[in-house]
Structures are given as structure tokens and as C-alpha cells.
């Protein structure tokens, strides 16, 4: 080849530039998978808490009322496990792309909410929602006598973390699509400087 002339070697891009877009690949994606986890079950719980529940238990007697919504609740809490470990995987995901830029405070905010978030899933999937279900099914009735008193306790306490679940949901989209790494500026003139000289001698 002679001299002056550009070769395929040189055109094709560098390893270090390979390696920041798989990494942006993997932003990208871990954003998306870990907004669509959140709004689901941000969602979900919107529409059992908010919208079911109430006219189910206005409008259905007992016991029939409680044994439908500990049942559809138990559904689910597994749907809620299952966003919860895509959640988290999510994070992990772009916390390996983010590399040093992962440190500002809203991406540990984010990482933060996604544990509290998986935790108030475990808690109410494995604790609250099984001990409702059996009060349900051994006939008791909120606020009839002290067992009634203690399920309504424990329903309270379901719909405390329900609602922060919520929260915390919106809040995971909207810090997911905060924190989606773009181009800086200084990559910005990076991309717009001039390419590279050709191979051979220099005056």
C-alpha cells in the first residue's frame, strides 16, 4: 500500500471505543428493563390498592370479599417478586456501563429505592399478605374482636408499604430516564475534531 493511503485497520474503531458502546448498550438497556419493572409495579399496585380493592370490599360480603383480593393480592406479590429481581438486575447492570460516572447522588438514590423497593416486595410477599390470607381463611373479620383488631393492624400495615411501593416506583422511572448517561459536551467536541492523520511522513 502506499503512502498516504488509508488502510480497512484504520477506519474500524479502537477497543476503547468498542468497549463504551457496549456499555451504552447496556445503559440503555438496564434503563428501559428497569423503568418498565418499576411502572408495572408502581401500576399494578395502583390498580389493585386503588381501584379494585375498594369496591370489591364495598360491594362483595365477607367472607367471600377478603378471600378474593388475599388471593389476588397473592397473584400478585409474585408478579412484584419478579419485577423486583428484574429491578435489581437492572441496577446491577448499569452500575457495571455507569463505571466512575455511576457515583452522583441520583444514581445511588436510584440504586437506594431499587433495594427498599425489592425489600417492601419481600416483606409484604413473604410476611403480610400470607398472614391476611390465613386470618381470611380461619374467618376472621376486621375489627371484629381482638383478632379482627390485629387483621386490621396487619392490613394497615400492607397498605403502608403498598403506597410507599408506589412512590418509589414513579419515582425508579423517572430516575431511570434522569440518569441515562448521554454525551458530555467534552465528547461532544471529541466527535467533531478532525480524524485522524494518514499513515507516512509529516511536515
Not at 20 to 36: H, K, N, Q, T, W
Request: aromatic share 6%; hydrophobic share 50%.
Amino acid at each position: 500500500m502506499s503512502e498516504g493511503q488509508f488502510s480497512a485497520e484504520d477506519l474500524e474503531p479502537s477497543d476503547e471505543e468498542k468497549q463504551a458502546a457496549r456499555r451504552s448498550m447496556v445503559d440503555r438497556v438496564g434503563a428501559a428493563v428497569g423503568a418498565l419493572a418499576a411502572g408495572v409495579w408502581a401500576g399494578g399496585m395502583i390498580a389493585l390498592g386503588v381501584c379494585a380493592a375498594p369496591f370489591v370490599f364495598r360491594l362483595t360480603p365477607d367472607p367471600y370479599s377478603g378471600n378474593a383480593m388475599s388471593a389476588a393480592f397473592a397473584r400478585f406479590d409474585q408478579i412484584a417478586l419478579g419485577a423486583a429481581v428484574v429491578l435489581l438486575a437492572a441496577e446491577v447492570g448499569r452500575t457495571w456501563a455507569a463505571g466512575p460516572r455511576g457515583r452522583t447522588i441520583f444514581v445511588r438514590v436510584r440504586r437506594m429505592l431499587a433495594m427498599l423497593m425489592a425489600a417492601g416486595a419481600a416483606y409484604i410477599g413473604l410476611s403480610l399478605t400470607p398472614r391476611i390470607t390465613q386470618m381470611h381463611l380461619d374467618g376472621v373479620r376486621r375489627m371484629v374482636g381482638p383478632e379482627g383488631a390485629l387483621l386490621e393492624r396487619v392490613h394497615k400495615q400492607a397498605e403502608a408499604v403498598g403506597k410507599a411501593e408506589v412512590v418509589m416506583g414513579i419515582a425508579l422511572v423517572l430516575l431511570h430516564v434522569f440518569t441515562l448517561n448521554v454525551r458530555r459536551p467534552e465528547d461532544e467536541d471529541d466527535a467533531f475534531s478532525p480524524g485522524p492523520l494518514p499513515p507516512g511522513p509529516r511536515e
